[in-house]
């Protein structure tokens, strides 16, 4: 891209992962560290899906995207809060057994087949509806937004039913997901 006198540095946090580095950089560009941040966010999950388990590979895949973050003279808003908080009482429902440094990879954890995503995911589900939801309705009421301001709900959930749920307890008509 040819930048010249760039830094830059890795997040390492799965679906958060674009969150937190979209939060950081907006952050910086604000306070005038950087003028301009791009983040990327990319997630190659197929290699750690067990396509034998219907219930959790058909959930995962792999994606990239980025976006340039920059101040503009013009009254255009955009990122204008962020709420970011994790809950690690979750991990019993999401994890994989194997190859992390509590249990590094080895010829038996592989021929155990330990790493793979393992999920519940009615727990994951509910979990998700819940936080998602409330984290957005927070946001909203923080910054005194009313359904009618929303001009898109871009979530980066792919449960369709997550999605509606946020969508209804936000109070946005359907035709403003994307």
Not at 30 to 55: E, P, Y
Not at 58 to 76: H, K, P, Q, R
Request: include cysteine; charged fraction near 20%.
């Amino acid at each position: 891209i040819g930048a010249t006198n760039a830094w830059g540095y890795d997040i390492s946090a799965a679906c958060s992962g674009f969150m937190y580095a979209l939060a950081t950089a907006t952050s910086m560009v604000n306070a005038g560290v950087v003028r301009k941040a791009l983040v990327i966010g990319a997630d190659k999950m197929s290699s750690i899906l067990d396509f034998t388990d219907r219930n959790t590979c058909i959930l995962f895949g792999d994606g990239a995207g980025c976006v340039l973050i920059e101040n503009t003279s013009d009254d255009t808003i955009g990122i204008k809060d962020t709420i970011m908080h994790m809950d690690g009482e979750g991990g019993k429902f999401l994890y994989q057994i194997a190859g992390g440094s509590a249990k590094p990879a080895s010829l038996e954890t592989v021929q155990n087949r330990e790493h793979f995503v393992y999920q519940d995911g009615k727990s994951v589900y509910k979990h998700a509806v819940i936080g998602m939801a409330e984290v957005a309705v927070r946001i909203m009421e923080r910054n005194n937004i009313s359904p009618d301001e929303i001009a898109y709900l871009v979530p980066h959930q792919a449960n369709l039913r997550i999605i509606d749920a946020t969508r209804q307890r936000m109070g946005i008509s359907p035709e403003k997901v994307m």
